[in-house]
């Protein structure tokens, strides 16, 4: 199978309702590792995931991969900030990509079952998703996104209100994904956690790309003010 | 007040001894409305899907006649229905008319709309929840319709029970095209409206409480199958 990868975004912006969201950005994800996008709230974090994956239109310049966008939408997920429950058990929730994929039903819930292990959701099999404890459902989310075994992971703050217990099991499965090969491209604002798990870091600011570079330059020697002032845990505005 | 309480005891007498033309008129009102329901519910259901998931230059004037199509008075239903069915009509040669599956064509241009507008509302919040997660799965508007439906399903048996009670209540249209034929296209109530008019007031209200017994009874079996309440958190 021919790599999705690299994606480039070329001078995009996205707007809604006459607002930009974001940009104009230009960025380029090659893979393979986690590329970490910061940045205060508000500065465009979340549009310029949905920007790449999709989920926001484009209004100018372009977002490109290797290959066609649909082909490349489909090795590609997403997992949201705050996680999007279907009124199913755990076990369809997770197998549900997999079924839009025609994987037979039966063979899903296998497939399902041995994630819901993974992420020690084993005992919640049955259990409807709306019944997870905050910890668990990004876990499920977090399955249910890695089930489809996606070239590009997206991932949206997702430890944004867990507690450190839940965000260690989070962040070990996803240094397993990436181990497995999936490419990472999450945002976060929380630095700590960028330190931890970055290869590339992105920082946002108003919207554009403030600076760009691998993760060990730029925690141990920013090229902007904003950037220290970000990382002396100044507020940047 | 005497002739009241002397009829609910006589109308009590008939539903205990299972009287025939009860039992009868009972039965065909449940295939009639039950009929029409499933109908209507296999046809407004993915209306209101797709009304959720697909957007379209007049979507809203769309809904704004179907919601408005709800309060369709059912004796102008009748009246089409007839003028329709009727020998001198573009469907008379079919032979339906004053028969129980004109009845149930009644029933369902009736129920229809509700069971649209009910089922729209309940998957449209499914939908604006939902909306991320499919587009990123990169489901195509049928599967999206499919998932609202399955999920929304308990959306969509409210709808079903709104129709149902729409159905088995009604009386104008059915009287049009029905014709209150004794042991052929006689029900619940255009038996009611007759036996009133004829001043028997003890079957009037027999078949009244059997009317409301049968109402009930079908929204708990439904609730009950389909587990509405325990399974509340899905």
């Not at chain 2, 939902?130 to 049928?142: E, F, G, M, V």
């Not at chain 2, 095209?177 to 042991?183: A, E, K, L, T, Y």
Request: proline share 4%.
């Amino acid at each position: 199978m021919k790599s999705i990868l690299p994606g480039v975004v070329s001078n995009a912006s996205a707007r809604r309702r006459g607002v930009n969201l974001v940009g104009p950005v230009d960025l380029t994800v090659s893979g393979p590792g986690t590329t970490m996008i910061i940045g205060p709230n508000g500065s465009g974090k979340t549009s310029l995931l949905r920007m790449m994956h999709g989920l926001e239109r484009v209004r100018s310049g372009t977002v490109s991969w290797a290959v066609p966008t649909e082909q490349a939408r489909q090795h590609q997920a997403f997992v949201f900030q705050t996680p999007i429950l279907m009124r199913r058990s755990v076990v369809d929730c997770i197998a549900y990509p997999l079924i839009v994929r025609g994987v037979p039903k039966k063979q899903a819930r296998v497939a399902a079952a041995e994630w819901a292990q993974r992420v020690n959701l084993g005992d919640t099999l049955k259990q409807p998703a709306s019944s997870l404890s905050g910890g668990e459902r990004q876990k499920m989310t977090l399955a249910r996104a890695l089930v489809i075994k996606p070239e590009l992971l997206f991932l949206d703050e997702p430890c944004a209100s867990l507690d450190g217990r839940s965000t260690r099991e989070i962040e070990d499965l996803l240094a397993q994904a990436r181990a497995d090969g999936t490419t990472i491209v999450m945002s976060t604002h929380d630095l700590g956690q960028a330190r931890r798990m970055a290869d590339d870091v992105v920082l946002l600011l108003h919207g554009r790309i403030h600076e760009t570079g691998k993760a060990q330059e730029f925690f141990h020697n920013p090229s902007t003010d904003e950037g220290k002032s970000f990382l002396a845990g100044g507020i940047v505005e | 007040m005497n002739e009241i309480f002397q009829g609910l005891l006589e109308a009590v007498g008939l539903i205990l001894s299972f009287d025939r033309d009860l039992v009868d008129i009972t039965l065909r009102s449940l295939q009639v409305s039950l009929t029409a329901v499933a109908i209507a519910t296999a046809i407004g259901a993915p209306v209101g899907s797709w009304l959720a998931v697909t957007r379209f230059r007049g979507r809203r004037q769309t809904i704004a006649i179907v919601n408005a199509l709800m309060g369709l008075p059912p004796v102008v239903v009748g009246l089409f229905v007839y003028v329709m069915l009727s020998r001198s009509g573009p469907l008379g040669v079919l032979g339906l008319l004053f028969t129980p599956t004109a009845m149930i064509i009644a029933q369902v241009i009736i129920a229809t709309p509700l069971i649209i507008s009910i089922s729209h509302q309940g998957l449209r919040e499914l939908w604006a929840q939902y909306h991320d997660l499919l587009i990123s799965l990169n489901t195509t508007r049928w599967q999206r319709m499919r998932t609202l439906i399955w999920d929304g399903r308990r959306a969509l048996l409210t709808a079903a029970l709104a129709g149902f009670g729409r159905a088995v209540g009604e009386v104008g249209a059915i009287m049009i095209v029905g014709g209150n034929i004794d042991q052929a296209t006689r029900v619940l109530t255009t038996a009611i409206a007759l036996e009133t008019s004829k001043g028997n007031f003890s079957l009037a209200i027999g078949l009244g409480l059997v009317l409301i017994a049968l109402a009930i009874a079908v929204n708990m079996a439904i609730h009950n199958m389909l587990r509405t309440e325990r399974a509340s958190l899905w």
